[in-house]
């Protein structure tokens, strides 16, 4: 399996151009991510960081840009090339589409708004398509299974936009139910050289989104330690949810949730990306603030050590805030722990 060089070891900037819906604001833009932040990323040890960016942050709803947007995306790159950071810009929200409103999912059959998305990479490319530390995620957590084949025709429309301005930039893909493994499994060959296929990995949901507030039907005191059994973890999640949140459940019948699992469950992603010839990318993964720490890093160095088997690039969620950030308060204690284990 291909190597996704020099974006091995990373950590995302959730919440900063992105899922601020109370803070799409100059002030917020300003102080939630300094260079400051940026300076402390690479003394982790880490290789690059994922930008998360929503589309109304750089594009207006009449498919104009917003230049004031991309001067945050110039900071950013600014500060990560002085610290010999790479970046992955992360399309988190277009428009027509974000991955936590299923209300909000028109861009999938609307040709207006498919027309916005290509000029919006298009823009990206001639800006920053050229800079041999950037790569660009077209699109974060296509979500429902009938999106999967007008998705593949939007890649293939795109990609070759691309291209044509930027022939070398990185691209990394990924499938439906929130870039699940089992949507790789439904991703098209690629379309063009220098691809890169990504996964999330917040499995098993019911330990890493324990008390989320908005996961439907998890009661907000809801609390479970890691690792625990296979058939203990699957009850739990038939009691909470009325189903197997989790589908890894049904390869692993037994036994306990730990390295093998996440081992078991990456195996469907590595046949992909050997099919296909292409690098594998976990753009996120991570456990929320609920969770004792005990448990947290005995997750965390899991899924490292199956990453590490397989050779899987990735990026943990998150450096700050939205639940799940490694310097808040809650991780405190684990925070240098976390880096350690993140950084080999």
């Not at 104009?64 to 001067?71: A, C, L, N």
């Not at 890894?248 to 730990?258: L, P, R, S, V, Y």
Request: glycine residues 6%.
């Amino acid at each position: 399996m291909k190597k996704f060089e020099g974006y091995t070891r990373g950590i995302n900037l959730g919440g900063w151009i992105s899922q601020c819906t109370d803070h799409y604001n100059h002030e917020h833009y300003q102080s939630f991510i300094t260079e400051e932040d940026i300076d402390k990323i690479a003394a982790y040890g880490l290789d690059h960081v994922r930008l998360p960016i929503d589309y109304n942050v750089i594009q207006n709803e009449d498919g104009t840009f917003i230049e004031e947007g991309f001067q945050y995306i110039d900071l950013c790159l600014k500060w990560c090339h002085k610290n010999n950071l790479n970046v992955v810009i992360d399309l988190h929200k277009c428009c027509g589409f974000v991955f936590d409103d299923d209300s909000y999912c028109d861009f999938f059959h609307d040709e207006k708004m498919q027309e916005y998305f290509v000029a919006l990479w298009q823009e990206l490319a001639r800006r920053y398509g050229h800079l041999s530390y950037v790569a660009f995620e077209l699109l974060n957590e296509v979500t429902k299974e009938e999106m999967a084949k007008p998705w593949n025709e939007i890649i293939k429309m795109t990609v070759p936009k691309i291209r044509e301005i930027a022939p070398d930039v990185k691209i990394i893909v990924g499938g439906i139910y929130n870039s699940s493994i089992y949507g790789l499994t439904l991703m098209e060959a690629p379309c063009a050289d220098n691809m890169v296929y990504t996964f999330h990995c917040y499995s098993p949901l019911v330990f890493t989104h324990q008390g989320a507030y908005w996961v439907s039907q998890m009661p907000l005191d809801y609390r479970v330690g890691y690792p625990k059994e296979v058939s203990y973890l699957r009850e739990e999640s038939r009691k909470i949810f009325g189903f197997d949140y989790d589908n890894e459940f049904a390869n692993i019948a037994q036994g306990m949730i730990d390295e093998t699992y996440f081992k078991t469950m990456f195996d469907t992603a590595i046949k992909v990306a050997r099919q296909y010839d292409v690098p594998l990318y976990c753009g996120e993964y991570g456990v929320i603030d609920l969770a004792d720490c005990e448990s947290t890093v005995g997750w965390y160095e899991d899924i490292h050590k199956a990453f590490e088997e397989y050779g899987i690039a990735r990026c943990a969620w998150t450096y700050k805030a939205m639940d799940y950030g490694i310097t808040q308060e809650h991780c405190k204690d684990i925070h240098d722990t976390l880096v350690n284990i993140m950084k080999k």
